[in-house]
């Protein structure tokens, strides 16, 4: 299995070779040349296997220069009890008959970040031991991103981390998370801006190869192809208890069936994930888009127009982590849909930059979207008030900002006898004050983050400034 830009330039690379990258040297993102395909035999045979058991199956098709052993090793590490609050690691939560929440909050920071950057954390820290090398770890994050991947890096060897976040643009329970670390590898860098201007800092580091390669500068955003593939996991493990609950229930003879996913996303990592698991067979029906006001991927979808927002067109919303104006993952959507065109890709985002947009709406290509699976809506704060109450009122759940836009847009595009799977994507605590407004309540808190609020707090605070970046990370790498 090799892996290739999605604009074309470069060799074929190996898996270990891009892990401790972000952007591949042209700009682009990596995919692997093919997408290894898993038969409806084989999903069969993996309805037994436990979390670690299915993600070692699935990742040592994209990984052949990790011993097996190793990699069970690195997956088991990765994956535990204590760290995900059971052993289902993503546990299934039925709401009614072919109604459900796949619990990917469960993890050291409560968000379903976690699940990937425990992941990643192993992976850096065995290939920086075998390599004998260190790594200057750059991320941003719009909210949940930072503190899971530092939570996942804190303390490992050879990895310090630099996390660049909007200031005053994240949950209060999200800052304390990040700001209140003190680990000696741990750097928290807030930005007077969006996250966007987060995200197109890391880009402009990752573009300039000389200070890449002197800080050995590596990305633990979606952007960094490892991440998005530990991701795909949680769709097939989500089917497979999807499915053996139906069985169970007699609402399907066993067989193979198709489910739905509706899925928050803004950066559209999380659901390129499933576009690659239904890409390599699994029977997926729909991917259902769920934004919210800063709704750019809902109007690709609707209209074939992808228009990046002005910071000044971007709202600040209740549902924080989608406050995204660009998609970074949207590139590797494209670039399938395309037919693997590197120079369409190219020609594409060569467009995005000049003019702030590009047009598919009258090709061909924006005709396939349907084959593809996808469909979207997006939320506004009143529905997320309204869909955090109905499901509490229904189901004595409570959900949080973002899984209510995944909940409210998924149920309109629901299809009779099609299990409908709605992505948890952090727990309620993340955003008290809003569940407060809808319900007039807290959220239940974890014990183990009471009182994080109050911890003193520590960053950094920049302008979006490139130069500043640079010489911040010079001075500690």
């Known amino acids: 299995m090799k892996y290739i830009s999605t604009r074309g330039g470069g060799t074929p690379q190996r898996f270990t070779d891009i892990l401790l990258e972000g952007l591949a040297p042209d700009g682009g993102l990596y995919l692997p040349e093919t997408y290894p395909q898993v038969s409806a035999d084989e999903l069969a045979r993996w309805r037994t296997l436990d979390y670690r058991g299915l993600a070692f199956q699935i990742l040592s098709r994209f990984v052949e220069d990790i011993p097996p052993a190793d990699l069970k090793g690195i997956i088991d590490r990765a994956y535990t009890a204590p760290a995900f609050g059971s052993p289902g690691i993503t546990p299934l939560k039925q709401l009614e008959p072919g109604l459900y929440l796949l619990q990917l909050s469960n993890g050291p920071t409560l968000a379903f970040k976690d699940v990937a950057l425990q992941l990643l954390g192993e992976l850096f820290e065995y290939e920086l031991g075998r390599r004998g090398e260190t790594l200057n770890v750059l991320g941003a994050t719009s909210g949940d991103t930072g503190s899971a991947a530092e939570y996942a890096m804190r303390g490992k060897k050879n990895v310090r981390v630099f996390m660049l976040s909007p200031l005053n643009r994240m949950s209060p329970f999200q800052a304390a998370q990040m700001y209140s670390l003190t680990d000696a590898n741990i750097f928290n860098i807030a930005v007077r801006g969006l996250f966007d201007d987060c995200q197109d800092l890391v880009k402009a580091v990752s573009a300039d190869p000389a200070f890449k390669a002197k800080h050995r500068i590596g990305s633990v955003n979606s952007i960094n192809w490892a991440r998005l593939l530990a991701q795909v996991v949680y769709y097939f493990k989500g089917y497979l208890d999807a499915a053996a609950a139906e069985a169970a229930a007699g609402r399907t003879d066993g067989g193979t069936m198709e489910v739905s996913f509706a899925v928050p996303t803004g950066n559209f990592g999380d659901i390129a994930a499933g576009h690659i698991a239904r890409q390599m067979g699994l029977p997926i029906r729909r991917l259902i888009v769920a934004t919210n006001e800063n709704n750019v991927l ?180």
């Open 298 to 477: 809902d109007e690709f979808f609707r209209t074939g127009i992808y228009r990046a927002r002005k910071a000044s067109e971007v709202f600040h919303t209740s549902s924080p982590s989608m406050d995204i104006s660009k998609a970074s993952n949207f590139e590797r959507y494209v670039y399938d849909l395309v037919g693997r065109d590197p120079v369409r890709v190219r020609e594409l985002w060569a467009r995005l930059e000049r003019e702030g947009q590009f047009d598919l709406s009258s090709s061909a290509y924006f005709e396939r979207v349907g084959e593809t699976g996808f469909v979207s809506d997006f939320s506004t704060h009143a529905d997320r008030l309204d869909t955090i109450r109905m499901v509490y009122g229904k189901y004595r759940y409570i959900i949080d900002t973002h899984t209510a836009d995944g909940v409210r847009v998924g149920l309109k595009f629901r299809e009779p006898q099609v299990p409908l799977l709605c992505l948890e994507t952090a727990l309620a605590v993340k955003f008290e004050a809003t569940i407060r407004e809808a319900l007039g309540r807290e959220p239940d808190r974890p014990s183990a983050f009471e009182g994080i609020e109050q911890l003193p707090q520590h960053c950094e605070v920049i302008d979006p400034d490139l130069a500043s970046v640079k010489r911040f990370i010079e001075q500690r790498a």
